[in-house]
């Protein structure tokens, strides 16, 4: 079992910064990519960055503002996200996996944007 634990979610204006820090214990090991998602009210939840090694891929409306980055030794994920804009609003999970489809996901912390 792995778990995962989100933080650093919070209300910022438009054009504002914050970083989002997902923790894991557990099966830490067993990991292998960690990913994050967001789910904006009456909308699906959808891929938003992941990190898999070196190597890191996001979706296109988050790419230049948004940066994934992990520290192995804290078993922790960040999401650093700049430039925020109204549309990002949304509750954004963080998630795990060694292969095929996310096996763990946290709980959820909610980015409010205001304009």
């Known amino acids: 079992q792995v778990q995962l634990v989100e933080s650093g979610g919070g209300l910022v204006q438009a054009g504002g910064s914050l970083r989002l820090s997902c923790a894991a214990s557990g099966r830490t090991f067993s990991i292998s990519t960690m990913g994050w998602f967001r789910q904006a009210p009456g909308k699906e939840r959808v891929f938003v960055a992941r990190?898999?090694?070196?190597?890191?891929y996001y979706a296109d409306s988050v790419k230049g503002r948004f940066t994934i980055s992990r520290d192995n030794a804290k078993n922790t994920v960040y999401l650093q996200m700049n430039s925020l804009k109204p549309e990002d609003t949304a509750v954004y999970y963080c998630?795990?996996?060694?292969?095929?489809?996310?096996?763990?996901w946290g709980q959820g912390t909610q980015v409010t944007v205001s304009s």
């Open positions: 998630a795990s996996k060694l292969s095929g489809s996310y096996d763990y």
């Open positions: 990190i898999s090694g070196g190597n890191t």
